[in-house]
């Protein structure tokens, strides 16, 4: 995750306990404010303003959605809802210290209402104001003193703070009060590890394990006592329920490499350490080990790969240069390995090791001379032991932590300087991409767009339309693209869709009645630009008061499905019942497949409302009419093969997918082989 972490991965909880009560908040506070005149767009209500950057939040556009929330400020400063609103944007920006203040300026306006401090307290402990983030949790205990998540954050807090005598009191009156609570007892077991008392750390996570053994971390956390014992066979079966049950996490695989490394399984430790790179490919201690094994069963050339990874992440490893050196040297890169030698040489002058290595490759491109004074000083230390001490003989068993930098050291397996843990806390509200669970969601909607966009992203395929065409074919009007992709808008694209809008609002607000067919269009244009910047109820009622111009148009019967399908999935995100207004996508999409009934894209839109809502048969019919009138429509395949797979046709449904991604979405290979597990 490109943010700074909350601190160690071991007290990633703080964060991700938050995730889920920050976003149920951001998706069920009630609003309450009028109306006020805006700048871009005439009169305008300050609820709705802040409804559309609430959307926008949901669909991850955080740049847009400040653009609301400022607005909303603009007009009504003294409302608390588009200060926390709008710090909750800047947070998933890593904009810590904005979001705290946007806190602040919301806790002044409203100073009872916990998530306010919740959030504040979170972006403190970003900012590793671990002080000041306690007493953000303590003042939200106040006024919810029954809130699970508030003493778990507080008591990673002190934590943090070292003050482990209050960790103990506070999880005292937590685990009183909430006996069965799991989580409570691994973070006992982390302060008593902590304060060094191993004996009682093992009876917690014994504990945390009855009540729950389905929790992934707690049996990584029982594994790092058994690595830190040496109890190899122990370590790996704990690491292994814990990598059932949390298999995306990269850390357990570098501990279970070890763990199998030390029980002479190397193809086993090998396919641990690419596992962990395949999801983490930055892994420092991944590439390390990876490089000396590969090293240590003769793959030279791409130990040297591994080596030369590492060193772009550090370029001053002496300890990874001195590996690279001796590889170059081994596959005939000379001066390649002498370079290495050099630097590392330079660093330890007294290094014989090197000196001899170095002096070899001298010998072999005839540089005598240099090779001859390698070799004399290596032979004054050998002379002189009792100065430089002796080289100890070294056991490939042996591990070193990362910041042992004694050179002797350089192909023992490298382990963290701290066993870290990496919690994942489940949560069934929208956050940030980076941290959610991959889900296996059906694909999007086909709309209209004025950017030229990719589609699925797997597919990298243009999508043309004949009906798209036929409009931009026409003058005066801006060219529309076909896709199915959501794009996060920058400032500046998101200004210059206002001030599109505000042009063409002028120029409707300026028209002659007796005109409206002429100037109908612009409704068109206005709400395909309101579309971009997720502003849905605004381009329905543009593309409602257009069709009452033109109601055969089918482009515009299309993106109002598209439209209120949007917020539709908005809504029912905040609870609320979207059975009438999607009665109204599907009543739209049947009306234009009825004008237009060899358009696939239709078809393959009103399929997935059905398959939304669950109604799988009638989705599959549609589907197949889409793949009937487009054979290459990858995304019909792959909705469909999910269709089928929900209603329990799985032979077909793998076919379906297996179709899909031999056009193009591969990720339709992941499903295929989670399905067949």
């Known amino acids: 995750m490109k943010s700074e ?9 703080m964060c991700t306990v938050l995730y889920g009560r920050l976003l149920l908040c951001v998706l069920f506070f009630t609003l309450h404010s009028s109306f006020f005149t805006s700048t871009c767009f005439a009169q305008f209500n300050t609820d709705r303003l802040v409804m559309i950057g609430r959307s926008a939040l949901y669909y991850e556009d955080y740049v847009l959605s400040i653009q609301y929330f400022n607005q909303a400020i603009a007009a009504k400063p003294y409302l608390y809802e588009p200060w926390f609103f709008r710090a909750v944007a800047k947070y998933y920006l890593d904009d810590f210290a904005g979001s705290e203040a946007d806190c602040t300026e919301a806790i002044e306006r409203n100073p009872y209402i916990v998530n306010l401090y919740e959030l504040r307290g979170l972006t403190r402990i970003q900012q590793k104001k671990y002080k000041e983030a306690i007493g953000d949790y303590t003042k939200a205990l106040k006024y919810a003193p029954d809130g699970q998540n508030l003493w778990h954050n507080r008591i990673l807090c002190h934590i943090h703070e070292k003050d482990y005598a209050q960790a103990h009191l506070e999880l005292d009156t937590m685990l009183t009060r909430w006996s069965q609570y799991a989580r409570g ?50 370590s790996e079966e704990y690491l292994s329920k814990a990598i059932h049950l949390l298999p995306k996490q990269a850390n357990n695989y570098i501990n279970r490499a070890l763990a199998r490394y030390n029980q002479n399984n190397l193809r086993g430790a090998m396919a641990d350490y690419d596992a962990a790179l395949d999801f983490d490919p930055n892994n420092f201690l991944g590439h390390y080990n990876r490089g000396l094994l590969r090293a240590q069963v003769g793959d030279d050339n791409r130990a040297i790969l ?17 590996n690279r050196a001796t590889l170059l040297d081994k596959t005939g890169d000379l001066r390649g390995a002498i370079r290495d030698y050099t630097k590392v040489i330079d660093q330890y002058p007294n290094f014989w090791t090197g000196l001899q290595s170095r002096a070899s490759c001298y010998r072999r491109l005839g540089m005598t001379k240099q090779a001859e004074a390698d070799e004399f000083r290596v032979y004054k230390a050998q002379l002189y032991k009792h100065l430089y001490g002796t080289q100890p003989r070294l056991n490939k068993k042996q591990m070193r932590r990362r910041s042992d930098d004694d050179l002797e050291k350089y192909n023992q397996i490298v382990v963290a300087d701290e066993q870290e843990m990496e919690h994942e806390y489940k949560s069934e509200y929208r956050g940030r991409v980076q941290n959610r669970k991959v889900q296996i969601e ?13 589609a699925t992203l797997d597919t990298q395929r243009s999508k043309l339309n004949p009906l798209v065409e036929a409009y931009n074919h026409q003058r005066g009007v801006r060219r529309l693209y076909l896709s199915n992709a959501q794009r996060s808008l920058d400032e500046a694209q998101t200004n210059a869709y206002f001030a599109y809008i505000d042009s063409l609002s002028v120029v409707l607000g300026q028209r002659d009645s007796s005109l409206f067919t002429l100037h109908s269009s612009f409704y068109f244009q206005r709400a395909i630009a309101y579309s971009e910047i997720q502003n849905f109820d605004s381009a329905i009622d543009d593309l409602t008061t257009y069709l009452q111009a033109d109601t055969t148009s089918v482009l515009a019967l299309w993106q109002r499905a598209v439209c ?40 393959y839109n009103r399929g997935t409302v059905y398959a939304k809502r669950a109604d799988y048969d009638r989705a599959i019919d549609d589907f197949t009419r889409a793949i009937e009138l487009d054979p290459t429509l990858a995304e019909a395949w792959y909705n469909r093969g999910l269709s089928r797979l929900y209603s329990n046709r799985q032979q077909e449904g793998i076919s ?19 399905y067949r597990k």
Do not use: C
Request: aromatic share 10%; charged share 25%.
């Open 442 to 454: 059906l694909l999007p909607l086909y709309g209209l767009s004025l950017s030229a966009q990719r």
């Open 656 to 674: 379906d997918l297996s179709k899909a991604g031999e056009l193009g979405l591969y990720t339709a290979y992941s499903v295929i082989k989670k």
């Open 185 to 234: 007892y691994s973070m006992r077991a982390e302060v008593y590890m902590l304060e060094k008392d191993t004996a009682s750390a093992i009876t917690a996570l014994d504990k945390s394990l009855e009540l729950d053994p389905y929790d992934g971390n707690i049996w990584a956390e029982r594994s790092i006592i058994s690595l830190a014992r040496s109890e190899w066979k122990e």
């Open 306 to 322: 591994d080596f030369n990874f590492v060193l772009k992440l550090e370029p001053e490893n002496l300890m990874a240069l001195y």
């Open 5 to 13: 972490e909350f601190a160690t991965a071991r007290h990633k909880p």
């Open 564 to 603: 209120q399908s949007k917020a539709n999935d908005f809504n029912a995100a905040q609870g609320t019942d979207v059975g009438m207004k999607t009665a109204n996508v599907i009543g739209d999409l049947t009306a234009a497949i009825a004008l237009s009934p060899q358009e696939a894209y239709l078809y």
